[in-house]
């Protein structure tokens, strides 16, 4: 049986922990792609749920922005009333068209 010396034993060590680390960043890594795949499978459940109820449904921020609507709401929110335009639809990138703080489609204020 061979005996390895101090260096050699010290290189071994540290062959060893980056190994463990690699180990450790993969299994982390296997772990973040299998959670953002359930959060992607779950927004499309929510985003074909969203899409199928026949109620305007939409979304907003803490300050009263409309950030999301499904069809039936941007249907609504393009009559004049709620400052939209025929066809339009709210989307996360889409500026705000609505303010609800402010105004409802009863009073656009």
């Not at 299998?34 to 305007?56: I, K």
């Not at 339009?88 to 489609?105: F, G, Y």
Request: a positive charge; aromatic letters at 4%; proline letters at 9%.
């Amino acid at each position: 049986m061979r005996r390895f010396a101090g260096a050699e034993v010290a290189t071994l060590r540290a062959i060893g922990q980056q190994v463990g680390l690699l180990l450790r960043v993969s299994r982390l890594l296997a772990e973040a792609r299998q959670q953002r795949a359930e959060a992607e499978a779950a927004e499309a459940r929510y985003h074909n749920l969203l899409d199928r109820v026949p109620a305007g449904v939409w979304r907003t921020n803490q300050a009263g922005h409309i950030l999301d609507v499904n069809p039936p709401g941007a249907s609504r929110r393009s009559s004049p009333t709620w400052g939209g335009s025929p066809g339009s639809r709210c989307t996360p990138n889409t500026p705000p068209m609505l303010d609800i703080r402010k105004s409802s489609p009863s009073d656009p204020g």
